[in-house]
């Protein structure tokens, strides 16, 4: 047990330095945009070759942590993300004084893209250890201990944004807020080098590997994966425009307008950390997707109609305050709970159907990001945000129609694979 603490406590860490990395991100965002003179469409072009290296990343796990090892696979993330801030911190800035309509025409963005790339594969590897990871060493209690591995994201964001923040306040470049992230890095690196890390859960099971493939044409694990794409578009990809778009609602917010996506970190810590226990000892997972996605639903459309009712001076820190409260409660359960749902209903999958999963949602992430980029440059952010409360609104209809086709059979159960004597 003592192993299998420190085992997860470094998960936790290095998920931590995935999402510090994604909350830097977003605040530099607009210093980034100054730089090389980017449209918010070519700043989510260049944005969402992060999402490309985290598909790359978790997909490549999925097919090869069984083989490889994940300890092999957690020290090659680590030493991924110190080249990707390298690489980042290297890029020349434009110096043309033309803008850029093409993120490969200038040296500066085309090495920027390449550096996000390659911590986008880290994050990737990240995930997809740790996710197997933690399912083989709490195999009975994956829907809570998964969700408390995934509280270290918005612990990540909670720390990364207020470092950005405080750097900012500083008058300190975006290259310094990014290079701090190679502190924590180092520190996960050196704990995880002296642990001996299990079989995953699949081959200690001694399932075929033709078994696990075999899942992937299983009815429920494709639509679990269509689900996936909706819930990862709907709470990660406003989370990476999240400073501009409280800033174009709140123009009072300034700088400040990354404390926000801080609260919202905080409250999905709590939950996640705190009352997953309790949530899911009394409702099936199915009926917590379901309110989450009702919550995402009333923050996104609050956002966007009083954003757009607001035509003098934007919307009032009230109103944005209690929009912003519902949509961080309603996001905090989607990510783990798919993949617990994933592991514990087919768990035969393995590694390979909980990394797909992961790599369905960053996919996803990176079409919505630039997405929503090109509809802030084409209409306005509250018209944006309108679109993308189209996607909890059918996520309430999926949820609750699994909801209720789970109760007709019985209620949820979890299935528990035994390692053979």
């Not at 110096?95 to 200038?106: C, H, L, N, R």
């Not at 609602?249 to 400040?256: A, K, R, Y």
């Not at 519902?326 to 909980?354: D, H, N, Q, R, Y």
Request: glycine share 10%; aromatic share 10%; hydrophobic share 55%.
């Amino acid at each position: 047990m003592i192993q299998a603490n420190k085992l997860f406590f470094a998960s936790c860490l290095s998920l931590l330095v995935t999402s510090m990395i994604f909350s830097i991100r977003a605040d530099v965002l607009q210093s980034i945009s100054a730089d090389y003179l980017l449209s918010n469409a070519m700043i989510g072009l260049t944005i969402s070759s992060v999402f490309w290296g985290f598909t790359l990343g978790i997909i490549s796990c999925a097919l090869i942590v069984d083989w490889v090892g994940m300890n092999c696979l957690h020290i090659v993330a680590g030493l991924g993300y110190l080249r990707g801030i390298r690489l980042s911190l290297l890029a020349p800035a434009n110096s043309s004084g033309q803008p850029i309509d093409d993120v490969f025409a200038a040296t500066g963005t085309t090495v920027l893209y390449l550096g996000f790339l390659l911590t986008g594969i880290a994050q990737g590897i990240v995930e997809g250890v740790t996710n197997p990871l933690v399912a083989t060493l709490f195999k009975r209690d994956k829907r809570r201990m998964l969700t408390r591995l995934h509280a270290w994201w918005p612990m990540g964001l909670i720390v990364g944004g207020l470092i950005a923040w405080g750097l900012g306040k500083l008058g300190l470049s975006w290259q310094v807020k990014l290079a701090v992230v190679a502190l924590p890095t180092l520190g996960y690196l050196m704990l995880i080098i002296a642990l001996q890390y299990p079989s995953t859960e699949r081959v200690d099971a001694r399932i075929s590997s033709g078994v696990m493939f075999a899942q992937l044409k299983r009815p429920l694990f494709i639509v679990l994966m269509l689900l996936m794409w909706l819930t990862a578009a709907t709470e990660l990809a406003p989370d990476q425009w999240f400073a501009k778009i409280m800033v174009d609602l709140l123009p009072q917010l300034g700088s400040n307008s990354i404390l926000l996506l801080v609260y919202t970190a905080g409250l999905m810590f709590i939950l996640r950390h705190y009352a997953s226990g309790w949530i899911f000892a009394r409702y099936s997972p199915f009926a917590v997707l379901t309110s989450s996605a009702v919550l995402t639903l009333l923050g996104l459309l609050g956002l966007g109609l009083s954003g757009q009712s607001a035509l003098q001076g934007g919307l009032t820190g009230a109103v944005a305050l209690f929009c912003v409260t519902a949509f961080g409660v309603g996001k905090t359960f989607f990510w783990p709970t798919m993949l617990a749902i994933t592991s514990e209903l087919l768990p035969k999958g393995g590694a390979l159907l909980i990394n797909l999963m992961g790599g369905a949602g960053m996919l996803s992430v990176m079409v919505a990001v630039p997405a929503i980029g090109s509809l802030m440059d084409q209409y306005d952010t509250a018209s944006a945000l309108l679109v993308v409360a189209l996607l909890p609104s059918v996520l309430v209809i999926a949820f609750a129609s699994l909801w209720l086709y789970s109760r007709k059979r019985g209620g949820y159960r979890p299935n528990v694979l035994e390692a053979p004597h």
